[in-house]
């Protein structure tokens, strides 16, 4: 069961919004996972692993203050193990991820994101078609 939680919806949006405007501003760099972690070998990790660490802290910083736990899978955890590593093709393929072409891209109106955008989201609108209704 899923409810409308729109305070919460917004000051997460906010969040991101802050995070990648602080990144960009003080760092020069764009918010984007994939580009993230995938630069974490250069001699620049130390901002990488600062700002994936501050992600995980701040995720369960929010489940320890709303007295929240982490929900089930809804899923087989190989079938999930798939879906991750397919995610992680679509992002080389995609040159960057959904974080990266969705807040930061289309934030610079960029041409290559709003592509990316829309077709991240035809295909997953199109995955939970064929996972709820055909297969």
């Given at each position: 069961?899923?409810?409308?939680?729109?305070?919460?919806?917004?000051?997460?949006?906010?969040?991101?919004?802050?995070?990648?405007?602080?990144?960009?501003?003080?760092?020069?760099?764009?918010?984007?996972i994939s580009g993230i972690i995938g630069g974490i070998r250069r001699g620049d990790a130390l901002w990488r692993l600062g700002f994936l660490v501050a992600m995980g802290v701040g995720g369960m910083t929010v489940l320890w203050i709303s007295d929240a736990s982490l929900p089930a899978p809804a899923s087989d955890p190989l079938l999930l193990i798939i879906a991750g590593l397919l995610v992680g093709v679509g992002t080389r393929l995609g040159s960057g991820c959904t974080s990266g072409h969705g807040v930061c891209g289309l934030a610079r109106l960029s041409l290559r994101s709003l592509v990316a955008v829309v077709v991240f989201m035809a295909v997953a609108m199109a995955t939970v078609f064929i996972v709820r209704h055909v297969i």
């Open positions: 069961m899923t409810s409308f939680t729109p305070i919460s919806g917004l000051a997460g949006g906010l969040l991101i919004g802050l995070s990648a405007t602080l990144l960009l501003w003080g760092n020069g760099r764009i918010v984007g």
